[in-house]
């Protein structure tokens, strides 16, 4: 059996976030199980934040070394059997601990898989980058959709987990033995990658636009669940639908988005997704009945759903430094907010309510929406290729 490469990249993408989505799909019964405060909950998921931020920060010139395939090989498996290990642990400092170590793990999938996915795009002529996180989108949703069927049926949050970790690490096996890492780009800097990845002044804005998307998507993805449960007192199905719409939503506009943004420019698409983005929040803000709070989470999916992608391609093509260290640079900030965010806004919610949460995410997104100028406009792309394939 034969697999082109991309497709790899996206199982790998899909795995990751599916994993993830289990996790955060039972975070209501974890916060139950563990007798712990909205406060508390959002203390604990920092643990994962600091690890990937110094994974982020220390790890490029370690994953330049290994190679896409080992790092791959490593990171994966080693995620998937930290969150297996979550809804074993006595309590909330364990789970923190646990949560750490995924962090370390996450931080190098994520600056592995975006610099092979720009460097396959480079190989090609293709573009999939926004297909290959189209594709966490999908795994999110399709975890979404089962965190909440097994929730409704009182599935055990320990046998839900560990299933899924474990069909998770045997496919990822399969997916990567064979990887074949795609070479550098040969208009990339070329240079030995510096220790420690800082952001440099010119990916600044490019940052900007990627903590506002992914404050957004940790928003939609940590707390829709809570938010339906403590504002309309939601059953478990319903509760678990705002986290599939978003994941849906997200999914769908990954998926479909690079017409759109050959035709109109990547700032012009990232300029009205914030635009859709914002409004989503201020929907979930004023919301009065729990269809127009579903309604405000698929504008959140939708909102976020490209931003992200189109910041790393045009991180990636800077020529200024390795594209490893400008990937990992812009997922030092951006990835850590992804797991930071949520937990400070639990703090709001905490003190303030849940609605205000959301409020507080729409000054981001604006500076986001800002900071759009930095992206690239209307562009000629070259129309992809079949890339070489490679054998199971």
């Known amino acids: 059996m034969t697999l082109p ?3 790899r990249i996206y199982a790998s993408f899909f795995l990751f976030s599916f994993t993830t989505g289990a996790m955060t799909s039972r975070l209501p019964d974890l916060q139950t199980k563990l007798g712990i405060t909205q406060g508390e909950l959002g203390l604990m998921l920092i643990g994962m934040a600091i690890g990937s931020l110094i994974s982020l920060t220390l790890s490029a010139p370690l994953i330049e070394r290994l190679g896409a395939r080992t790092t791959a090989l490593i990171t994966l498996p080693g995620t998937f059997a930290c969150f297996g290990l979550v809804p074993w ?3 909330a400092g364990a ?6 170590c995924a ?5 190098a999938i994520e600056i592995n898989l975006n610099v092979e996915t720009d460097r396959l795009e480079a190989l090609t002529g293709g573009r999939y980058m926004n297909r290959a996180h189209g594709s966490w989108s999908v795994g999110f949703f399709c975890a979404a959709l089962l965190g909440a069927t097994v929730r409704q049926a009182q599935l055990s949050i320990e046998l839900h987990l560990d299933a899924v970790a474990l069909i998770a690490i045997v496919v990822a ?5 064979r990887l074949v890492p795609a070479p550098r780009r040969s208009t990339g800097h070329q240079g030995k990658a510096p220790l420690i990845a800082f952001p440099s002044w010119g990916l600044i804005p490019l940052c900007l636009i990627g903590i506002a998307a ?7 993805i940590d707390w829709s669940a809570i938010y339906m449960r403590d504002v309309f007192a939601a059953p478990p199905f319903l509760g678990g639908l705002g986290l599939a719409l978003f994941g849906f939503f997200m999914s769908v506009f990954r998926l479909s988005i690079d017409p759109v943004a050959h035709r109109f420019g990547s700032r012009a698409v990232a300029a009205v997704l914030l635009a859709v983005a914002a409004t989503g929040a201020l929907l979930l803000y004023v ?11 698929a504008l959140l999916g939708l909102g976020a759903s490209a931003v992200y992608p189109l910041a790393v391609s045009a991180a990636a093509q800077r020529t200024d430094r390795p594209a490893a260290v400008n990937v990992a640079a812009l ?3 951006t990835f850590v907010v992804f797991f930071l965010g949520p937990p400070l806004l639990g703090f709001v919610a905490q003190y303030a309510g849940i609605r205000v949460s959301y409020l507080v995410i729409v000054p981001i997104v604006i500076c986001g929406f800002i900071a759009t100028r930095a992206l690239p406009g209307r562009g000629i792309v070259v129309p992809a290729e079949n890339p070489a394939e490679t054998t199971i």
């Open 5 to 7: 490469p991309q497709l």
């Open 103 to 107: 962090g370390l793990l996450a931080g």
């Open 95 to 100: 789970v923190f601990a646990v949560l750490f």
């Open 89 to 91: 642990m006595p309590n």
């Open 173 to 177: 096996f399969a997916m990567l033995w």
């Open 331 to 333: 997922a030092q900030l």
């Open 287 to 297: 919301a009065p009945a729990d269809w127009v709070a579903l309604l405000g989470f």
């Open 214 to 220: 992914f404050l957004v998507e940790g928003s939609g």
